[in-house]
């Protein structure tokens, strides 16, 4: 069971979109679509932002979507705003009742 | 509210058992239905499932710790627990309780503790 990968780092402007990448395999993320993402600020508890690939929580903007093609799914945060500058996590179901985290992303607002 | 807790040693000596507890509150553990899950997070990197019991006592482990761990439920008390075996520098870490994952969680982890750092080192 190996870590999913996410790029080390992102970053954009306010205003702009971006997109983090969680590429596991056929066995996790391209197996089906338990995949979630949590947002984590310095100090604190992750928060969940997308479960289910897509589906947003109650009272999580609308600016965070997720979405999923093959073995690699994607957080795209649009409008950025400064307090979106933190660490985004994915999580996917690995089989025979397993999870597995991504490396984490450094998302960076310039 | 669902609100997690963790609780015991912030130090622990190599090769001794680390020992954690996550009182639960607004939640009923054992009539819930819900899984309950260990997470931690070393200073400075990503997260690390560690594993999940349900209300039966049925558990999953991450296969790189199973030799080393086990959960349990304690229902008089509303809390789940964490023995991690022969602890090395390598499990210093904060270690968070969630609740999830599972189908009555979406397959995700909907609450969290604080998260409590625990340092293996003599």
């Known amino acids: 069971q190996s870590a999913l990968t996410q790029p080390a780092s992102v970053s954009g402007s306010p205003g702009q979109s971006i997109t983090i990448s969680c590429t596991g395999t056929?066995?996790?993320?391209?197996?089906?679509?338990?995949v979630s993402w949590y947002q984590q600020h310095p100090g604190k508890a992750p928060k969940l932002m997308i479960y289910?690939?897509?589906r947003r929580p109650s009272g999580v903007s609308n600016r965070f979507s997720g979405s999923k093609s093959g073995n690699t799914a994607s957080l795209t945060i649009s409008g950025l705003q400064t307090e979106d500058e933190t660490d985004y996590y994915c999580c996917s179901y690995a089989g025979s009742g397993t999870w597995v985290f991504g490396g984490g992303t450094k998302l960076t607002v310039l | 509210q669902v609100q997690l807790q963790e609780s015991g040693p912030g130090l622990v000596k190599p090769s001794q058992t680390l020992s954690l507890a996550c009182p639960i509150s607004?939640?009923?553990?054992?009539?819930?239905?819900?899984?309950w899950s260990w997470i931690r997070q070393p200073a400075g990197k990503g997260l690390e499932w560690i594993g999940r019991i349900y209300p039966s006592g049925s558990t999953n482990y991450n296969p790189s710790l199973q030799s080393r761990v086990t959960m349990s439920i304690d229902t008089s008390k509303n809390q789940f627990s964490l023995e991690l075996d022969s602890v090395t520098a390598a499990d210093t870490a904060v270690y968070y309780c969630a609740r999830g994952p599972g189908s009555g969680t979406y397959e995700s982890f909907d609450y969290w503790g604080q998260g409590t750092l625990v340092t293996v080192s003599s």
């Open positions: 607004g939640d009923s553990i054992s009539s819930g239905g819900y899984y």
């Open positions: 289910y690939v897509s």
């Open positions: 056929s066995s996790d993320v391209g197996g089906h679509d338990r």
